[in-house]
Nanobody, 127 residues
Framework: QVQLVESGGGLVQAGGSLRLSCAASGRTFSNYAMGWFRQAPGKEREFVATINWSGTSTYYADSVKGRFTSSRDNAKNTVYLQMNSLKPEDTAVYYC????????????????????WGQGTQVTVSS
């Protein structure tokens, strides 16, 4: 089992920045590719970003490409999502997820391919 705890959410004005963190415990963190998803009220969970076990490969949704950056520190068992140039449409609960594989591989944006999930952190962007 892997336990995931997100933090860093909050209220920010449009154009601002936030950095989300996701701390993992329970298993060897570097064995897992990690993903970020978000869910706005009344909408389905949406893929945001994913990162492989070493941090050398990432993949982003078109809606956040160029604004969001995912990174990880395996020594701290933590994955990060740096969010810049935030827009009101980025408002959602953000979740991190772990995949039982070192690489995000096939279906990196499909939430069904992730095995463990955090509880989420709220991000609200005001206009």
């Amino acid at each position: 089992q892997v336990q995931l705890v997100e933090s860093g959410g909050g209220l920010v004005q449009a154009g601002g920045s936030l950095r989300l963190s996701c701390a993992a415990s329970g298993r060897t963190f570097s064995n897992y590719a990690m993903g970020w998803f978000r869910q706005a009220p009344g909408k389905e969970r949406e893929f945001v970003a994913t990162i492989n076990w070493s941090g050398t490969s990432t993949y982003y949704a078109d809606s956040v490409k160029g604004r969001f950056t995912s990174s990880r520190d395996n020594a701290k068992n933590t994955v990060y999502l740096q969010m810049n140039s935030l827009k009101p449409e980025d408002t959602a609960v953000y979740y991190c997820a772990a995949k039982n594989h070192k690489d995000y591989g096939v279906g990196p944006s499909d939430p069904r391919t992730y095995d463990y999930w955090g509880q989420g952190t709220q991000v609200t962007v005001s206009s």
